[in-house]
């Protein structure tokens, strides 16, 4: 039985015209009869494994598909702000205000933890009340073309029932049942005495409360007694737009819908390339790398402006700018492989940013491709912007610069320390160098347990200060920019980003944690061992074109997790 996060606040679907009447018919009759039918849309969730499933071309043979749980997922702010874009055209952002999504599995968007709490709740009410208000009032003639033949009393109504009909259609991805008409006109009846501009708002406002607009709801196609069945058209449709757009399906995607053209699997496959082309995809991308990487975190960081006087919020921006849009060239218009994320011997900068790096020929405000010869750096891990993200406001980290290495791209979830242990990184030395301040990771036995996994690797970045420029001394004393990889497919040592980053770009165990990672983001949940033949698929397919990020994303439609869901029964039985 799904556990669906929905408190049920009291303000929860109720504009402020006839808020009493709306919140019986809208509030009770829709959130009361979803969570009901709740039980037969999710299995029960194991753990998500702490390292990804290998590529094992015989977990598909069987030929029995097994999608593994399905979740209700609730829209995330990113995509509350692309569906009232695509819907509406709004263009405010309102989610940008909504709270912070809780990150489980290092993305945000994972179904487990999408709750809706009261303040939530509130501010979807709030957004609700000021979107409709702003679309009623400014694209009134494109939003009601029917209202311009009202003539009488009965056009009203069947005004309204047509909006109802066709917006109620968009707004919840799939055409309205009888309980969602029933609530919608109730909405819609309590405006209209005031006048057909109020009961459109209203049901504008009931819609956008809707655990219909809110959650996608999924079912399956109707399979007689079967536990596992297709996808009907309708979500396909939903599940296609919101893994590779974020958002709502648009027009041809409806109208595949309507026609019965999202099953077949060349049907699905030319919506994929279709939508693959489009701009939108690589917003995607663009909030993976955000999430993954850490991207999105790169323009808030603060340093010791004693220690690191060059280093201001300015340069934090643009170095932030600089690795995304690095990663967007080499995803979509450059390389487009994993290994060149890790080791492409160019950057984007522009003139501060290359005064701030030591890098000569660039000049003025606009980011230029810049090579990076003769600079110690290759790929993002050499960016300033990660480099100074992993290190602390006075000086470098090892241990955060290791972990990074350790748990974004080999996918292997450290212990956290001991309750009991105080920590603190090495006092600041004018005569010792980082990696002898260090050394007592590597003796005491409370910490060598852990840090020998992290600082050897963190230890080989120390071509680059906390800030994340080259340096080649410290303390009057030449970097030692050795380090070794333990643990993994990739034992060895290593000097220096550039060494580290071609071992990590051969890596085995890297390229099935990259395609673990999307698998997590794309899905909004964590892999069990149902997933096997999934991850397979995925890893399989991501190989055969050469480990490109464009096959990955497809790849990820092609899966019995993706087209399939289980059959659960509600709790006691139907």
């Known amino acids: 039985m799904v556990r669906l996060h929905v408190r049920r606040p009291e303000r929860l679907s109720v504009p402020r015209e006839g808020r009493s009447h709306v919140r019986a018919t809208v509030t009770a009759a829709l959130l ?46 990113l995509e509350y702000n692309n569906t009232v874009h695509d819907l509406l055209g709004d263009t405010t952002a309102p989610a940008d205000t909504f709270p912070a999504e809780e990150v489980s599995l290092g993305f945000d968007n994972n179904a487990q933890a999408l709750s809706v709490s009261p303040v939530l ?16 009032s400014t694209s009134w003639t494109a939003l009601v073309p029917c209202a311009a033949t009202i003539t009488d009393g009965a056009a009203i109504d069947a005004c309204g029932q047509q909006f109802i009909t066709t917006f109620g259609r968009r707004a919840y991805r799939r055409p309205l049942d009888a309980d969602d008409v029933a609530a919608l006109t109730a909405a819609f009846n309590a405006g209209k005495a005031t006048d057909l501009t ?58 595949a819908a309507a026609a019965g053209k999202l099953n077949a699997p060349a049907d699905i496959e030319a919506q994929v390339q279709r939508m693959i082309a489009d701009p939108k995809a690589r917003g995607v991308a663009a909030d993976f790398h955000a999430q993954w990487l850490r991207v999105g975190e790169i323009a808030g960081v603060e340093k010791d402006p004693m220690i690191f006087p060059a280093f201001t919020p300015a340069i934090a921006q643009l170095m932030q700018q600089e690795t995304t849009q690095f990663l967007d060239y080499v995803t979509w218009d450059g390389p487009g492989d994993l290994a060149s ?56 980290s090892p241990v955060h610069r290791g972990k990074f290495v350790r748990e974004q791209l080999l996918c292997m979830q450290l212990p956290p320390p001991p309750a009991d242990l105080m920590i603190k990184p090495p006092e600041l030395s004018t005569t010792l ?3 002898q301040r260090f050394t007592q990771h590597s003796i005491d036995p409370a910490c060598t347990g852990c840090h020998h996994l992290m600082d050897p690797i963190g230890l080989g970045f120390e071509d680059f200060d906390g800030a994340g420029v080259f340096r080649a001394m410290e303390n009057g004393q030449p970097i030692d ?30 390229r099935a944690c990259v395609a673990t990672k999307w698998f997590r983001y ?29 096959d990955l994303i497809i790849a990820l439609t092609r899966t019995d997790a993706f087209r399939y869901r289980q059959v659960v029964p509600p709790a006691g039985g139907v």
């Open 198 to 255: 109020t009961g459109i708002r209203l049901v504008i406002e009931a819609a956008l409360q809707s655990p219909r607009f809110l959650y996608r709801v999924e079912f399956g196609a109707p399979a007689g007694g079967a536990t596992v069945v297709k996808l009907d058209d309708w979500e396909m449709a939903s599940r296609l737009s919101y893994l590779l757009w974020h958002s709502m399906p648009d027009d041809p995607l409806f109208a």
């Open 522 to 550: 794309g899905y909004g949940r964590g892999e069990t061992d149902a997933d096997a033949c999934s991850l397979s698929t995925i890893q399989s397919q991501f190989a055969a074109g050469g480990f490109k990020i464009r």
């Open 121 to 136: 709740a509130e501010q979807y009410m709030d957004a609700a009340e000021a979107l409709a208000t702003t679309a009623v």
């Open 433 to 435: 160098t980082t990696r």
């Open 32 to 77: 009361a009869s979803l969570i009901a039918a709740l039980g037969a849309c999710t299995g029960k969730i194991s753990g998500a494994k702490d390292s990804p499933v290998g590529n094992t071309g015989s977990l598909c043979a069987s030929g029995s598909p097994n999608p593994g749980p399905s979740y209700i997922r609730r829209v995330n702010r």
């Open 481 to 510: 920019d050795s380090g070794e990889v333990e643990d993994s497919d990739v034992t060895g040592t290593f000097h220096g980003v550039g060494e580290l980053t071609a071992k990590l770009a051969s890596s085995t165990q890297v």
């Open 341 to 396: 994320i890790l080791t492409a011997p160019f950057t984007f900068v522009n003139g501060p940013l290359a005064q701030y790096y030591g890098f000569s020929g660039v000049s003025g405000g606009a980011f230029v491709k810049t090579p990076l010869d003769g600079t110690h750096r290759a790929g993002v891990l050499g960016q300033g912007g990660l480099l100074s993200l992993l290190a602390k406001a006075n000086q470098t």
